[in-house]
C-alpha cells in the first residue's frame, strides 16, 4: 500500500513537471541558414505546443552540414532532423542515412505530399520519398541601378552578351566591378551555378536522359570551353577583381559588401543574400531613400532565362530514437504560421502557400525567375552524384581561371569525369 502511494505521488510529481518523464524526447535540429535565433524561437512555440518535446538547434554551414551529417549517420548518431539541400537528399537517401517518409506517415508519401514542389529531388530510386521539400529559391541577378545610370545605360541587360557589354562599359565609365561574383574552385563552388545557367540558356546541360534509356553528356568540349572562356574573360579584363578567385561561396561578404558599396555593378546571389545586402543598405544609409538595387532576371540566350529550382528539404535521420516526434517537428515547420511569424530566408515550397507571398518591387525579379527555374532533373537521377559535378565543374573551371589549362583541356577533363561517372 505505502509503495502504491509512493508511486502515486511520483506520478503526480511527474505530471506538474518537477521531475522528467520516461516519455520526453529530446530532438537535435541540424539548420545551415543564417537565421538561427528566429528558427530558435519557432521551436520555442512548438515545444510550447509539444510538451513532452524538446528541440536543441545546432548550426553549420552549408559546406560542412551534408559530410558532417553522412559521417555522424553512418556510426548510428547525428542530428534527428537535417535542413538539407534539394540535391543532397538521393545521395543522403542511397547511403542509408534517411528516414523514409512513407514509413512515418504510413502511406505512399507521393501521394500526402502532392502540394510540395520539387518532391521528385526528394524521392529515392526505391519511389520513397526520403525528405520533405521545405523552402524554395534560385539565383537572379542583382544590379546597382546608379552604376548602370552612370555608364548611360538605361535598361537591365537581356542576354550574356548585353550583359558583358554592361559590365566592360561600367568597368570602363567608372573603374568600379562589372561582375562581382566568386570564382574560388572549393567543392561547394559558384561557378557551379553560373555555368549550368549558360549552358541551359544555350539549349545545353551537363547530363540529359537519353531517349532510349540511361544517360549521358548533353553538352560538349566546344560548349563547355566557351562557357570556361566567357566567364574567364570577366577575370582577364579586370571586370571582376582578381580576389574573386579565392571566394567560393556567394554568401560571401567580398561578393555582397561591394554591391552595398556601390563599388561593383551586378552579382548572382540567391534571396536570402539579396534581403541581407537590403537591410545592410539601409543601415549604412539611416537617412532613408530607395536603395539603388534591384533583381532581375538571368542573362539569356536562344532557350531563354533559365536558373534551377534551388532550395531547403527536411530529412529525418534513419537513426532517430523517435521518429514520429521528429516527424511532428517537421510537419510543424512546414506550416504557414512558421512562414508568416519566423522563417524568411526563403519562400514555402509548398503550391498553395507560394500564393499568399507578396515579394515587394525589389524582389520582382526572383518571382519572374522563379517562373522559368527547372528542377535538376536529370542530373538528381543519373549515377554520378551532383556533388561530384559540382566538385569537378569548379575545379575544371578554377584551372582556365588561373591560367593553369587551356577551355579546351578543362572542358574535356571535366566531360571525362561525367562520363565515366554515368556509365
Given at each position: 500500500m505505502r509503495l502504491r502511494k509512493w508511486l502515486g505521488?511520483?506520478?503526480?510529481?511527474?505530471?506538474?513537471?518537477?521531475i522528467g518523464t520516461a516519455s520526453a524526447t529530446d530532438l537535435t535540429f541540424l539548420y545551415m541558414d543564417p537565421d538561427a535565433p528566429d528558427i530558435r524561437a519557432a521551436l520555442d512555440v512548438f515545444e510550447k505546443a509539444n510538451p513532452g518535446i524538446r528541440v536543441k538547434i545546432v548550426t553549420a554551414s552549408p559546406a560542412d552540414a551534408l559530410p558532417n551529417f553522412l559521417r555522424e549517420a553512418a556510426v548510428g548518431s547525428g542530428p534527428d532532423v537535417m535542413q538539407a539541400g534539394f540535391v543532397w537528399v538521393k545521395d543522403i537517401a542511397t547511403a542509408g542515412?534517411?528516414?523514409?517518409?512513407?514509413?512515418?506517415?504510413?502511406?505512399?508519401?507521393?501521394?500526402?505530399?502532392?502540394d510540395f514542389i520539387a518532391l521528385d529531388l526528394a524521392t529515392g530510386r526505391d519511389g520513397k520519398v526520403y525528405g520533405l521539400p521545405w523552402t524554395v529559391d534560385t539565383f537572379a541577378m542583382v544590379y546597382r541601378t546608379d552604376l548602370l545610370e552612370k555608364a548611360g545605360i538605361t535598361s537591365i541587360p537581356k542576354t550574356w552578351d548585353e550583359f558583358r557589354a554592361a559590365s566592360r562599359k561600367v568597368h570602363a565609365a567608372t573603374g568600379k566591378a562589372g561582375?562581382?561574383?566568386?570564382?574560388?574552385?572549393?567543392?561547394?563552388?559558384?561557378?557551379?551555378?553560373?555555368?549550368?545557367?549558360?549552358?541551359?540558356?544555350?539549349?545545353?546541360?551537363?547530363?540529359?536522359?537519353?531517349?532510349?534509356?540511361?544517360?549521358?553528356?548533353?553538352?560538349?568540349?566546344?560548349?563547355?570551353?566557351?562557357?570556361?572562356?566567357?566567364?574567364?574573360?570577366?577575370?582577364?579584363?579586370?571586370?571582376?577583381?582578381?580576389?574573386m578567385l579565392a571566394v567560393s561561396n556567394w554568401a560571401d561578404p567580398a561578393v555582397t559588401q561591394p554591391m552595398v558599396a556601390g563599388e561593383a555593378m551586378a552579382t548572382l546571389i540567391p534571396p536570402a543574400n539579396f534581403k541581407q545586402m537590403l537591410a545592410d543598405w539601409r543601415a549604412r544609409n539611416p537617412n532613408g531613400g530607395t536603395p539603388p538595387l534591384t533583381s532581375a532576371l538571368v542573362p539569356?540566350?536562344?532557350?531563354?532565362?533559365?536558373?534551377?529550382?534551388?532550395?531547403?528539404?527536411?530529412?529525418?535521420?534513419?537513426?532517430t530514437a523517435d521518429p514520429k516526434a521528429a516527424w511532428k517537428l517537421v510537419q510543424f515547420l512546414a506550416t504557414q504560421d512558421v512562414f508568416a511569424r519566423f522563417y524568411k530566408a526563403q519562400m514555402p515550397a509548398q503550391k498553395t502557400l507560394l500564393k499568399t507571398i507578396d515579394f515587394g518591387p525589389a524582389l520582382a525579379g526572383y518571382a519572374e525567375q522563379?517562373?522559368?527555374?527547372?528542377?535538376?532533373?536529370?542530373?538528381s537521377e543519373a549515377p554520378i552524384p551532383?556533388?561530384?559535378?559540382?566538385?569537378e565543374t569548379g575545379r575544371d573551371f578554377g584551372s582556365v581561371f588561373i591560367g593553369e589549362a587551356t577551355p579546351e583541356a578543362a572542358a574535356q577533363r571535366l566531360l571525362d569525369v561525367v562520363t565515366k561517372g554515368l556509365k
Open positions: 505521488s511520483l506520478a503526480a510529481l511527474a505530471c506538474a513537471g518537477w542515412a534517411a528516414l523514409p517518409l512513407d514509413d512515418v506517415i504510413g502511406k505512399p508519401a507521393k501521394d500526402a505530399l502532392a561582375f562581382q561574383f566568386g570564382m574560388g574552385s572549393a567543392p561547394s563552388n559558384s561557378i557551379w551555378f553560373a555555368a549550368n545557367y549558360w549552358w541551359w540558356s544555350h539549349g545545353q546541360a551537363l547530363v540529359v536522359k537519353k531517349p532510349e534509356g540511361g544517360f549521358a553528356p548533353g553538352v560538349t568540349v566546344p560548349e563547355v570551353a566557351a562557357a570556361m572562356r566567357y566567364f574567364a574573360g570577366f577575370l582577364q579584363d579586370g571586370e571582376t577583381p582578381k580576389g539569356a540566350d536562344k532557350a531563354g532565362s533559365i536558373t534551377h529550382l534551388g532550395g531547403r528539404s527536411l530529412v529525418i535521420n534513419a537513426n522563379l517562373q522559368r527555374a527547372r528542377t535538376w532533373g536529370p542530373y551532383i556533388a561530384t559535378m559540382w566538385t
